[in-house]
């Protein structure tokens, strides 16, 4: 990825040395590594985390590298995740497509700060949804990443939407932020994946939130009340992770948050997920 570190040099001079945080518009970069065409529509497994930048600690890869060989996920959506501008390996031994999605540039750790989504097949199209609002003090935007997949249920295609919410600004503009995703999410007819850090650290978030979602039929994964209990919160809030779906069924007894997992200050989110035609309408 060479040619990353000669995009970031060149915005470099474009800017005053003092700028730390250069905003960056709708660039991924993306790795295919799978072979495979389509998705089990029987089996479709998601993983949910934001990472808090940690996917170059080693306690968090350790913890990253146990949940894949267990839980093997179709679908995996990371929030925070970082990708150092001069290492081009990272993720060498990922064995999936990928597509990682920066809102910025930390010029001083020479990082991408973003969104990831990694699948084991490659999107059939793919969007990046930049904020109109920046988040103040780092004056970045929030991003998020539609991509769509292939079922084996050849009748349709998998919507998936990696989202983080914006936050420390007025509440105004975080239903901005979710207006301007449910009209990308509108468009769609058939089964739709919504997970993300949704930032629901108050109660009217949460109601916008699901006013937005309850309009686009979406259903939140419910998880037991021992789990529910240990997604990232503030104090009584509530939780701040969510995972919805759409035209497709929860896998009895798969949703889980694993709370053994500490490596970042949010826990992991997984469900699993079947498709069949009846569910279309």
């Known amino acids: 990825m060479s040619n990353i570190q000669e995009h970031v040099n060149t915005l470099v001079t474009r800017f005053v ?30 993983l949910s985390w934001n990472i808090a930048k940690q996917n170059y600690n080693k306690t968090w890869l350790k913890d990253f590298l146990k949940i894949i060989d267990t839980y093997h996920p179709n679908l995996i959506f990371l929030q925070e995740f970082s990708l150092k501008l001069e290492a081009d390996e990272w993720g060498k031994w990922l064995k999936m497509n990928w597509s990682f999605a920066p809102n910025f540039v930390d010029i001083h750790h020479q990082t991408y700060s973003g969104i990831f989504t990694a699948a084991t097949i490659s999107p059939i199209t793919k969007q990046v949804i930049t904020t109109q ?107 701040l992770d969510h995972i919805f779906y759409r035209d497709i069924s929860v896998k009895k007894g798969t949703a889980e948050v694993l709370d053994e997992i500490c490596s970042s200050d949010h826990k992991p989110l997984l469900a699993e997920f079947t498709y069949t035609n009846t569910q279309k309408n």
């Open 17 to 46: 040395p003092g700028y730390r945080f250069l905003r960056l518009q709708e660039l991924t970069i993306d790795k295919n590594n799978s072979l495979q065409t389509e998705i089990d529509s029987k089996s479709i497994k998601v």
């Open 133 to 239: 609002h920046h988040e103040p003090i780092v004056k970045t935007p929030k991003i998020s990443l539609i991509t769509e997949y292939q079922l084996s249920e050849q009748s349709t295609t998998l919507l998936t939407i990696n989202s983080h919410l914006i936050n420390f600004v007025d509440l105004n503009k975080f239903k901005i932020q979710l207006q301007e995703l449910e009209l990308a999410l509108s468009i769609h007819r058939g089964p739709l994946i919504f997970s993300g850090d949704f930032n629901t650290w108050s109660r009217k978030r949460a109601v916008i939130l699901n006013q937005v979602t309850t309009k686009l039929g979406l259903t939140p994964v419910v998880f037991a009340p021992h789990h529910q209990d240990k997604i990232k919160r503030f104090l009584l809030s509530p939780p």
